[in-house]
């Protein structure tokens, strides 16, 4: 028997035990079930409360006695009480969303609402955009339907004129974090763009959605907000609505990862290691994991096989660890000449420029393209602009290192953490 958990297919990756622990004071219980063990699990009613995801949200329904009017309205349930064994649904998605949408003062009375599926989510999010007086609402669906708001995927291209967009499906979720179900160019009057998902924090959608210099609002925020009124729920109480930005911004620093770009020999590999001794990530150096996986050094790639076969072995190392959490990823020089390096390492990270002073740069024996001070010069001209570009964060680094005295390190770490934590509460909650 649980007291309180969640139930779901796939929860290798939920963030709600660590948000619901930091909301109640009890063990939150993270329980997978494939959809041959829901009807036993709902049958015995061993639990006091449970909150439902994919993709149980509407097949939990049979089993209670009772819904709220949300769920009702809804037909989906995401929390489950049991009191004295009569069990009662409700839907906190549809309060978690609004509290979203108010949170960033969007507003969507008389615009036009497209949501992407048609799921439990999909429901709640429709829901609210009703709720706020939306105009029109349609449902992107791969499933036809008469109902003329709902639409197929195909269909879209006669409604590139809505307001609002809101992808309720996994398109886009770890581990297919490449996945999206649109292009954004297309809406050109679109003004924001919500993503229910939460991992990656910026799926490839909320990119696109930044780089138009559209409201781009991930799915955390919405995750928090129903966790604490779902746990209002469980234990009866009333939690103060501060608690959900307090823990969102904490999750989002906790989660982010902090990616260290720059010329060769600026100081990432041993700012990235100093960083360790300040936050509770792990570090990475793309560099050392291409020799230790390959076998080979940088050198012997370049000169057996040529740049293309080195930076093909960067952008796969880098696909990979860029949809990790709670690491300082130290990238090679050259990482930025792939926009797609970057998107990736962006969907989890904040990218950090170390940028340090030419006359202060050398030249490195096994960096092929860096093993002259001509050769210094011509990359740092050639990418100096590409650092500035892709930093969120450009922070000095001219110490020499045997002259970094502990007070300096503390200083450069200050700097970074400062800044890092800055843009968390700035940019990303």
Not at 87 to 93: I, S
Not at 321 to 334: S, V, Y
């Amino acid at each position: 028997m649980i007291e309180y958990g969640l139930i779901g297919e796939k929860l290798g990756h939920s963030f709600s035990k660590i948000i619901h622990e930091q909301l109640a004071d009890y063990t939150y219980t993270l329980c997978p079930l494939e959809k041959d063990q829901l009807h036993d699990f709902m049958t015995k009613r061993e639990f006091k409360a449970i909150n439902v995801t994919i993709p149980y949200k509407k097949d939990v329904i049979p089993y209670l006695d009772e819904l709220d009017e949300s769920a009702k309205q809804i037909g989906a349930v995401n929390t489950i009480v049991n009191r004295n064994g009569k069990l009662t649904g409700y839907n906190t998605d549809f309060t978690g969303f609004l509290y979203s949408v108010k949170s960033h003062y969007v507003d969507f009375e008389g615009k036009e609402v497209l949501i992407l599926g048609n799921g439990g989510a999909a429901q709640a999010v429709k829901a609210v955009a009703h709720h706020l007086n939306a105009e029109r609402v349609y449902i992107a669906s791969q499933k036809g339907d008469s109902d003329p708001d709902i639409l197929f995927y195909e269909e879209l291209s006669d409604h590139y004129d809505v307001d609002i967009i809101i992808n309720a499906t996994p398109c886009g979720m770890y581990p297919n974090c490449d996945d999206t179900l649109l292009d954004l160019r297309n809406f050109s009057a679109c003004q924001a763009v919500f993503d229910v998902i939460y991992n990656p924090l910026k799926t490839r959608l909320l990119q696109q959605a930044e780089e138009m210099g559209i409201i781009a609002v991930n799915g955390l925020e919405m995750l928090v907000a129903q966790a604490k009124y779902a746990v209002e729920h469980f234990l009866d109480v009333e939690i103060d609505d501060s608690r959900i930005g307090e823990i969102q911004r904490a999750l989002t620093e906790d989660l982010c990862n902090i990616v260290l770009i720059g010329m060769p020999s600026s100081g990432k590999t041993l700012t990235g290691r100093a960083l360790q001794k300040y936050v509770d990530k792990t570090f990475v150096d793309t560099d050392a994991l291409i020799v230790e996986r390959s076998g080979m050094e940088i050198r012997e790639m370049f000169e057996q096989f040529g740049e293309s076969y080195f930076r093909k072995w960067e952008s796969d190392v880098i696909a990979e660890l860029a949809k990790g959490n709670r690491q300082i990823i130290a990238t090679g020089g050259g990482a930025i000449k792939n926009p797609e390096n970057m998107r990736h390492l962006k969907q989890n990270g904040i990218v950090v420029f170390i940028d340090r002073d030419l006359d202060k740069l050398v030249s490195t024996h096994d960096r092929p393209l860096s093993s002259s001070k001509d050769a210094v010069t011509q990359l740092y001209k050639q990418r100096y602009p590409l650092y500035l570009s892709y930093g969120d964060l450009r922070i000095e680094n001219n110490y020499e290192e045997e002259e970094l005295r502990r007070e300096d390190m503390d200083q450069l770490m200050g700097e970074i953490l400062e800044g890092y934590r800055a843009i968390i509460g700035n940019q990303w909650t």
